[in-house]
Structure formats: C-alpha cells, structure tokens
C-alpha cells in the first residue's frame, strides 16, 4: 500500500487521486480507455456539451506551435440527448468518475443544461465552460466579463440544485482574473477549473493566409504554463478555500506538482494526451512518486505550498 494519501476533495466530492483529463482533449474517454482503466485517474472531464448536436467550425482546424497548439474546435459534440443516451452510461459502466463540462450560447441554455443534469446518476461535478475562445461572437465569452459570468453560474445554480459541486472554467484572457473568480465564487460556484485556452493566430507565411479557417484559435500546450501557474497562484492566493482544477500544458508529474504547488487541488492533462494517449496515467503515477520523494504523507499538504513562509 502507498504510503501518500493521493486523494482529493472538489466541494463535496472526494476523487481517489488529483489528475483529471482536461475538457475536449479526450471526447467522453472512450478512445482513452484501450491504453489504461479509466478508473486509474481521478476523473473524465467530457467534452463541453450543449443542447443541440453541432458539428463544429470549418477545417483545418488545428495548427502547431511552438511549445503547443492552436485548436478552432468550435464546441463539436452530439448534443446533451445523445450524451445522456450513450456517454454517460457508457462511463458510469466503466465506474469513472465523471465531471461533466457544459456550455451554452446564452444564459438561458446553461440553465436547460443544468437542469437535464440535475438528477442523472454517475456525476461527480459539472464544469461550467464561461470561456470557449471559438464562438462566433466574443459577446458569448461569459468569463471575459463579471456580470455576465455571474448571470450563468447563478442559472446553472439554480437549476442543479444544492447537491453537485460547480466548477466554473474561466479565460485567461482578462485584465483581472481575481475579480471574475470572485464573481463567479459570489453565484455559487464551488470551485474553478483554470485556465482555458488563450486566444491566438498563426499565418502560414507560404500561402500568406491564416492556417486556421476559424483564423484565430485557442493555444494550449506547455507554452501556456507559466500562465496557468501565475493565474492559479494569483486565485489561490486571494479564494485559499476554494478548489481549483488546474490546467495548462502538463505533460509530466513535475509539471502538475508545478500547478499544485501554486494551489491547485487536481490537475488536467489535455493536449500531452495527443502525444501520447497514456499521458494522463503516466503523469498520475510520476506525481505520486514526486509527492512520496519530497516526503508527503498526505497530498492535501502539498497544495498552495509555495504560498507558505512567504
Ligand atoms: O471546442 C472548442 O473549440 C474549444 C472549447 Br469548447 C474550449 O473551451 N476551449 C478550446 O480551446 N476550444
């Protein structure tokens, strides 16, 4: 038996280690679960969901980076009937926990999701995505704004019930981020899920023309780190006691004990899943060893712990 308590706690709910897929890396984990059981890792994040079945933004719509990637996805996924049919069954099969991501082009949908949701068996928590960079129109950033971050998460709020921890994922993309975490923690949020993407462009300099058809992006991968870390730290420093899933191009146990430290209570693997598709389970059993080396007995201490003494 190991000798670190690895497990975590997001509001209410306890996951049985701190590594999470990221949203929209690994669909609903289907593809995930030939290369390690699910049950390996603390939870699946699914693809943001919405109401209806949409088939997303024209191709090509990825590019490389340095040190990461551009992704103009532009919410792809089956809708939230198709999802409730197939996806969650299927997972709950599989006995994974599950964190469900949601997003809407209003207010008003957030809500009709919230309340699809409110009573389906098999979920741990509900991601409530307030910052996909590739929508239409940047007015349905909700995280790029406090009142309007306020208005979903009170939606979803309501309309969830009492039970389900809420995780509000917020942009990057903001003069303060402390003052939307604040806003969003105000409306009954539970915890935060930072950061989403930031937005980005690249131009193919043979053609002369945007490589994305969407023209403009979000860029993940291990360029943006230093930038979760910082806005991790910043959250943290100011909300010490509400959690945060933490992502931002981690693709080693080194890398989430990075985002930990800074004050992350679980940590997403996302894009080193496309390199490599055992990215999440490898990253799971390097941190229990770094934890185990460094001398923790209980995971839970190493959080925020280079906000201690200073
Ligand atoms: O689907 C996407 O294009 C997408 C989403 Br919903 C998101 O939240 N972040 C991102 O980089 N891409």
Same mark, same amino acid.
């Given at each position: 038996m190991s000798a670190l308590d690895f497990s975590t706690k997001i509001g209410s709910k306890r996951f049985s280690n701190p590594i999470f897929t990221a949203s929209?890396?690994?669909?609903?984990g289907q593809e995930l679960s030939q290369f390690f059981?699910? #049950?390996?890792?603390?939870?699946i994040v699914t693809k943001s969901i919405m109401v209806k079945a949409r088939t997303g933004?024209?191709?090509?719509?990825m590019a490389e980076t340095p040190s990461g990637m551009l992704n103009?996805?532009?919410?792809q996924g089956p809708g939230i009937d198709t999802f409730l049919e197939k996806d969650i069954p299927w997972l709950v099969e599989q006995q994974a926990k599950v964190i469900v991501s949601i997003a809407g082009e209003s207010v008003d949908e957030y809500g009709v999701l919230a309340r699809r949701l409110?009573?389906?068996?098999?979920?741990s928590a509900l991601e409530v995505?307030?910052?996909?960079?590739?929508?239409?129109?940047?007015?349905?950033?909700?995280?790029?704004n406090p009142d309007t971050a306020t208005a979903v998460i009170e939606a979803v709020r309501r309309n969830i019930g009492g039970e389900l921890p809420i995780v509000a994922k917020l942009s990057p993309?903001? #003069?303060d981020i402390v003052e939307i975490a604040g806003a969003v923690i105000n409306a009954g949020a539970d915890g935060l899920a930072l950061i989403n993407t930031l937005l980005g462009m690249v131009i193919?300099?043979?053609?002369?023309?945007?490589?994305?058809a969407g023209k403009t992006g979000g860029l993940s991968g291990p360029a943006i780190r230093p930038v979760a870390v910082r806005i991790i730290y910043q959250v943290h420093q100011a909300f010490p006691n509400t959690p945060i899933v933490g992502m931002g191009g981690v693709a080693s146990g080194r890398d989430a004990l990075e985002l930990i430290l800074a004050g992350a209570s679980a940590v997403s693997v996302g894009t080193a899943t496309f390199g490599n598709p055992k990215a999440a389970f490898d990253i799971k059993n390097q941190l229990e060893m770094l934890l185990l080396e460094k001398g923790f007995t209980d995971f839970r201490d190493a959080i925020g712990f280079a906000h201690r003494g200073i």
């Open positions: 929209g890396c690994a669909s609903s059981p699910l #049950t390996e890792i603390g939870a933004r024209a191709t090509p719509r103009s996805i532009g919410l409110r009573s389906v068996p098999g979920i995505n307030i910052s996909c960079p590739n929508v239409e129109n940047r007015g349905q950033v909700f995280a790029c993309d903001v #003069t193919d300099t043979n053609t002369m023309k945007p490589k994305l």
